[in-house]
């Protein structure tokens, strides 16, 4: 799925990532006791929660723009190309056709059908960016 495949990747990977970094640590002598970490492998089972994720690389960033409701913006907060043809892959990857490519309403289209199919495919995003 090309561009969207990327954007899952930058959000779902990297939220996968955090939980290992914390429990690193961990004594590899002691196999026989079993200890409370066990519930950090049943976490990635939960859905990853997507606008927690993006505030937290905006934060990073120093800011984001207006990356929930602007493509352009989410695409340069993901650091992936946000140029006329990379939107029009888009487009095509999620079977948008509203407005012309380029258009404010294509644009206002790709974003809500970028929420939709991150939530489809195990994201927790708030009503509020699916609307």
Same mark, same amino acid.
């Given at each position: 799925?090309?561009?969207?495949?990327?954007?899952?990747?930058?959000?779902?990977?990297?939220?996968?990532?955090?939980?290992?970094?914390?429990?690193?640590?961990?004594?590899?002598?002691?196999?026989?006791?079993?200890?409370?970490?066990?519930?950090?492998? !049943?976490?990635?089972?939960?859905?990853?929660?997507?606008?927690?994720? =993006?505030?937290?690389? !905006?934060?990073?960033?120093?800011?984001?723009? +207006?990356?929930?409701?602007?493509?352009?913006? =989410?695409?340069?907060?993901?650091?992936?190309?946000?140029?006329?043809?990379?939107?029009?892959? =888009?487009?095509?990857?999620?079977?948008? +056709?509203?407005?012309?490519?380029?258009?404010?309403?294509? +644009?206002?289209?790709?974003?809500?059908?970028?929420?939709?199919?991150? !939530?489809?495919?195990?994201?927790?995003?708030? !009503?509020? =960016?699916?609307?």
């Amino acid at each position: 799925m090309g561009i969207f495949s990327s954007i899952m990747d930058r959000i779902f990977h990297r939220k996968a990532a955090a939980p290992t970094a914390g429990p690193a640590p961990t004594a590899a002598p002691r196999p026989a006791a079993p200890a409370t970490r066990p519930a950090a492998t !049943a976490a990635p089972a939960a859905p990853v929660d997507v606008e927690a994720v =993006l505030e937290q690389i !905006a934060a990073e960033k120093g800011g984001g723009g +207006n990356w929930r409701t602007s493509i352009v913006d =989410l695409l340069k907060l993901l650091d992936l190309d946000s140029s006329l043809e990379a939107r029009k892959e =888009l487009a095509a990857d999620l079977g948008v +056709n509203a407005g012309p490519h380029g258009s404010a309403e294509q +644009n206002m289209a790709l974003s809500k059908a970028v929420w939709a199919a991150l !939530a489809k495919n195990g994201g927790k995003v708030p !009503a509020t =960016l699916k609307d």
